[in-house]
């Protein structure tokens, strides 16, 4: 596979359930090799989107390809080269994680044994024990390994660490970045801003059934409005800081000035740097605030 080609596309993609509209004339293009997440507020449709991407529900309207093929005609054609983590995953009570993943490994044609076994010693999930018993972290674990380990080419996940310790969620990043590495595909939906921030290289942000922007993370990272506290020998230069391109605000304390400044904070650095600059604390860039901008939705009553 190159990583010019385009592993999902949907165009005008729509669902209605009776007369509510779930899904809006989704366009969207998801180049290989790179990880998508997925946000919005409960009920955007995240969930619908990676239903009709999996295959699960037939659009209303318009169409999902996913390497090439109509995600609910050709399903059988591409089920291989994708792994899919349900959201609300209550599978199979009755059977232990290894008859569970026994049986989704048939499904698949066949899977390395090793494999498994390595991602479930990597998890830390005890594949002896039955799936109705496990926790519910425990059981998120049997399906990440389920979505995983016959190495898709696109993993399509909803709410991937939903109930993954912090560990483990680390562990999962780690994995996702391995799969990355290897030129494989990720789409995932995450209600957990600071989570797709850690992993994603694009993100796509939905409200209400509708595409609202879709924006590679760095970039996101660069309309947020950043902090820095910066101390001065004397007194704060005030008015050079204020003319410094991106500074919104400045506040001063004593010999401290308090700066919000969007995008790069390369210029506010050097037009100080002349002065006696005792101390520099830059604060995390608030995308929270650049994210809740985008959901907040304006037409709302
Ligand atoms: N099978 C269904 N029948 C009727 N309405 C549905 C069905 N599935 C989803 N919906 C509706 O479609 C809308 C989108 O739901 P969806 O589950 O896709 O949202 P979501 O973004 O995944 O939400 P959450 O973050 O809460 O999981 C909601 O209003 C939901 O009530």
Redesign the pocket.
């Known amino acids: 596979m190159t990583n010019h080609e385009t592993v999902i596309k949907t165009r005008g993609l729509t669902k209605r359930?009776?007369r509510?509209t779930?899904?809006d004339r989704l366009d969207l293009e998801v180049p290989a090799g790179v990880i998508v997440g997925y946000l919005?507020?409960?009920?955007?449709?995240?969930?619908?989107?990676i239903r009709l991407l999996a295959g699960l529900i037939r659009p209303s309207a318009g169409s999902a390809l996913v390497f090439g093929f109509d995600a609910a005609d050709q399903y059988d054609t591409i089920q291989r080269r994708i792994g899919y983590l349900p959201?609300d995953f209550v599978a199979y009570p009755d059977l232990t994680g290894a008859q569970y993943l026994e049986y989704f490994a048939r499904l698949y044609g066949g899977v390395d044994r090793n494999r498994i076994e390595l991602l479930a010693k990597r998890f830390d999930l005890d594949l002896t024990v039955r799936i109705g018993t496990l926790s519910r972290g425990n059981r998120q674990k049997a399906g990440i390994i389920q979505a995983f380990m016959h190495e898709p080419d696109l993993l399509i996940l909803d709410?991937p660490t939903a109930g993954l310790d912090p560990l483990m969620q680390r562990e999962f990043r780690a994995l996702l970045r391995e799969t990355r590495q290897a030129g494989r595909t990720v789409f995932l939906?995450s209600?957990v801003l600071s989570e797709v921030e850690a992993v994603a290289d694009t993100v796509a942000i939905?409200r209400a059934?509708r595409l609202v922007t879709v924006q590679s993370v760095q970039a996101l990272k660069d309309r947020a409005r950043r902090r820095l506290d910066l101390t001065f020998a004397g007194s704060p230069p005030a008015g050079r800081i204020h003319a410094v391109p991106g500074v919104q605000q400045v506040t001063l304390d004593g010999h401290t000035a308090h700066v919000a400044v969007t995008g790069s904070t390369a210029e506010l650095i050097k037009a100080v740097a002349p002065y006696d600059v005792t101390n520099v604390l830059s604060h995390e860039a608030d995308l929270e605030a650049v994210f809740l901008d985008f959901y907040d939705d304006p037409e709302a009553p």
């Open positions: 359930f009776g509510r779930a899904l919005g507020p409960n009920g955007a449709g995240k969930t619908t989107t959201g709410e939906s209600h939905l059934g």
